[in-house]
């Protein structure tokens, strides 16, 4: 008696990445860890969970429905999940209520990378301030930012 194995083809291996689109985003990394450590900072995600069992029962569930539907800002560097906490709620660990509505706005055109990076860069709409430094304190400007970008997109 023989098997027959079917076999799955091959993963497609990394992106190739040009030095010139490597330094872009070690550019990049720099801004969001620079930007995000002045807003609450940014941690991986194990030291998140290890934040969140003090907080709910059930950190692995919580963090991976915020990761895979997106209401949660992180973005991967160096084979790590990064999530910035400036958009949790002091104490609870609970992303902001205004967050939803912001991420809204700008998933659909995004990666995860570039999504994180739109909440470290200076904005225009916001006095060149970051929307990471303003959602807790004026949550509609971050929204109307999001919105401005949004519209510029799609017209």
């Given at each position: 008696m023989s098997l027959a194995l079917n076999f799955a083809p091959p993963a497609p291996g990394p992106e190739l990445v040009s030095p010139a689109q490597l330094r872009l985003?070690?550019?990049?990394?720099?801004?969001m860890h620079d930007s995000f450590g002045?807003?609450?900072?940014?941690?991986?995600s194990g030291s998140f969970l290890n934040l969140l069992k003090g907080v709910c029962s059930q950190p692995i569930s919580r963090l991976a429905r915020g990761i895979v539907d997106r209401t949660l800002v992180n973005f991967s560097w160096q084979g790590e999940?990064?999530?910035?906490l400036f958009q949790?709620?002091?104490?609870?660990?609970?992303?902001?209520?205004e967050l939803g509505d912001v991420l809204a706005e700008l998933r659909d055109d995004r990666d995860d990378w570039e999504l994180a990076h739109w909440f470290a860069l200076p904005h225009p709409c916001l006095a060149e301030r970051p929307p990471a430094a303003l959602l807790a304190s004026q949550p509609a400007c971050?929204?109307?930012?999001?919105?401005?970008?949004?519209?510029?997109?799609?017209g």
């Open positions: 985003r070690e550019g990049q990394y720099a801004l002045l807003h609450g900072g940014l941690v991986g999940i990064l999530i910035p949790f709620s002091e104490g609870s660990l609970a992303p902001r209520t971050v929204l109307n930012a999001a919105r401005v970008d949004r519209f510029i997109t799609h």
